[in-house]
């Protein structure tokens, strides 16, 4: 059973930096692409960076040069590690991966940012 499992999110204020982990399991063949997206109750899931595990990399417009995504592929684990952080990055951050299998989500990990 495939299972993505985030941590790292928490409280931080305006201005600060938050390394989030999202490590698979359960795991069988190749991961193609691993990306982040983010949520906020009453809207829809939106797309933050995306890593197709052969140095390509995308990353939402809003996100672009604060928020970096990384790839352990000894470990199954992405990273991604969010600088100069805003009020308005508060959200609910999940993890994806794309397998030969389909595509699966981790369950999220909380991030608030306080102004």
């Known amino acids: 059973q495939v299972q993505l499992v985030e941590s790292g999110g928490g409280l931080v204020q305006s201005g600060g930096s938050l390394r989030l982990s999202c490590a698979a399991s359960?795991?069988?063949?190749?991961?193609?692409?691993y990306g982040w997206y983010r949520q906020v109750p009453g809207n829809q899931r939106q797309f933050l960076a995306w890593?197709?595990?052969?140095?390509?990399?995308n990353y939402a417009s809003s996100v672009k040069g604060r928020f970096t995504i990384s790839i352990d592929n000894a470990k199954n684990t992405v990273y991604l590690q969010m600088n100069s952080l805003k009020p308005d990055d508060t959200a609910v951050y999940l993890c994806?991966?794309?397998?030969?299998?389909?595509?699966?989500w981790g369950q999220g990990t909380q991030v608030t940012v306080s102004s």
């Open positions: 994806t991966i794309r397998t030969g299998s389909g595509h699966f």
């Open positions: 359960g795991i069988t063949g190749s991961i193609y692409a």
């Open positions: 890593d197709t595990n052969e140095g390509n990399t």
